[in-house]
């Protein structure tokens, strides 16, 4: 058995930042376990860049201003006290990460260079060409190894573990590489598992690790998930695969065109343009489709990003990685063609309930959240674009500040009996599913899943086809209690992991197909369209998801916390 003062999962931009704050306090002991290897978790795939308030371009930016394109882009379903605080932070952490070595792309006076991005007012995101998350990932990855982080690869997070009070006090893993349970005890757990994207495995810009495992383990422990509904579908997916065309395509300078040669996004939002928040383009360009200005048919049709007015120079130089993904997967170079467009599944923006923003401490006493898998409540019902990774730089930090906190204040639970019982349950379960000959193959359940996300919960909803899919989504949880895994063998058996990542998505599509249906209303990336109005009388609420007592989903509400911006309508 192992045991830690602070066990964090999760080897992200989030995770490994609190990490790295545990590891700097004198004294305490910190581990982290990933399912795969730290520096090619999802941050890494983040391009454009990390949003802050440094006043390097546009003198005239402020934290306030900030503060309010971020209340503005959530359609007011953001916390304004935990956007503020969140927002006050950021330009630390930029000047952390260059502290510690991150090379960010620069200006003529060497500054940290920033780029407009969609919905906010100046240009505000820092980057590193169109590499940016990487960048952030190395970097901390680098200094969480200076300070002695003791990183568990290839561990695989199975469940939290509560003693006789409630607190969380420890966790059972899959050890891939050995092939059995480990059980690991610690005062304090952050979960930092990134979003669930692939539950939308049609067409989805995240990862094949983006399972939602530890917003699934926190619900199953008796945490709440928060506004689960909230969707974010990238405008720019590539058209035949939905691979991440970074918004820095269109912060540079980019255009987005329809089948008649038109800039559409001038009917949409005549102000802002391509640089309008990502649900009013993602939304745009859908409507474009649906009115036959796309090029192509069905769900292979498509619009086109067109750089070539861009020059060389620009897309060589900032957008090298961009170009590079469309040679590969459009065969086409952006420096002569446009780019087939279409959006993807891309952002979770609800998760694991943080009822603390201030620690990212969770309902549960001793687990904390932070990054994707949370819902700190800063990005409301659509997130701003570079607000991504600076929530992992900011609130990584606060939660490894808050889990050290704790653990230096509490002892370690009395979780021995609970691990046993746990491990033993898992090992057994292990058996039953890999020696199963019947039922229905575990990866037709993935399939079935991401069908019914896609076409039914996807960028436009409506009853009838949420209520179908909840249908489905029920009957697939039976079918997945007798599938079919089949590979017996222990050592990397990946078989098994895809069963349970598979479990996770279930459980967390059904949270965000019961917010879709309980949201009777059009909000952000929300788009109900028997109910295409937002209805701030009704819905200025957080939906809250808990598993009740007699193992059913329990849906409640909570009032979204406002401090001096009241709601207005959503111009670009």
Known sequence: MEQFDVLVVGSGGAGQRAALEVGRRKGLTVALITKIFPTRSATAMAQGGVNACLNNVAAEDTVETHTFDTVKGSDYLGDQDAIEFFCSRCPEGVLEMDHMGAPF????????????FGGQSYPRTCYSADKTGHVILHTTYEQCLKEGVHFLQEWYLLDLVKDANGHVGGAVVWNMKEGKVEQIKAKAIILSTGGAGRIFWTRTTNPFLSTGDGMAAAFRAGNGLKDMEMIQFHPTG????????????????????????????????????????????????????????????GLNAYVVADLRHLGPEVIIEKLHGIRDLAMTFEHCDPLVQPVPIRPTCHYTMGGIDVVDYKTCACELPGLFSSGEASCISIHGANRLGGNSLADGVVFGKVSGAGAADYAE????????????????????????????????????????????????????????????ALKEIDQLIEDYKTCYVGDPERTYNMAFVNYCEIGSMLT??????????????????????????????????????????????????????FTKYEPQERKY
Do not use: C
């Open 508 to 561: 967390v599509a059904k949270a965000i197909a019961m917010g879709a249906l309980h949201r009777r209303e059009s909000r952000g990336a929300h788009i109900r369209e028997d109910h295409p109005k937002r209805n701030d009388e009704r819905y200025l609420k957080h939906s809250l998801i808990k598993l009740g007592a007699n193992g059913e989903y329990e849906l409640t509400e909570r009032d979204v916390v």
């Open 105 to 116: 792309s620069r200006t003529e006076q060497n500054k940290i260079a920033q780029r407009n």
């Open 238 to 297: 590539l058209g035949r695969t939905g691979i991440l065309m970074s918004e820095a395509v269109r912060g540079e300078g980019g255009y987005l065109l329809n089948s008649e040669g038109e800039r559409f996004m001038k009917n949409y939002a005549p102000n802002k343009m391509e640089l309008a928040s990502r649900d009013v383009v993602a939304k745009a360009i859908e409507d474009e489709i649906a009115a036959g200005r796309g090029f192509g048919s």
């Open 409 to 468: 204040t509490h002892e370690q639970p009395n979780v021995d009996a609970e691990l046993a019982a746990a491990a033993k349950a898992w090992e057994a379960k292990f058996t039953e599913v890999t020696t199963r000959e019947g039922g229905r193959p575990v990866v037709e359940i993935r399939d079935a899943l991401a069908d019914a996300m896609w076409n039914k919960v996807g960028i436009f909803r409506n009853e009838d086809g949420i209520t179908e």
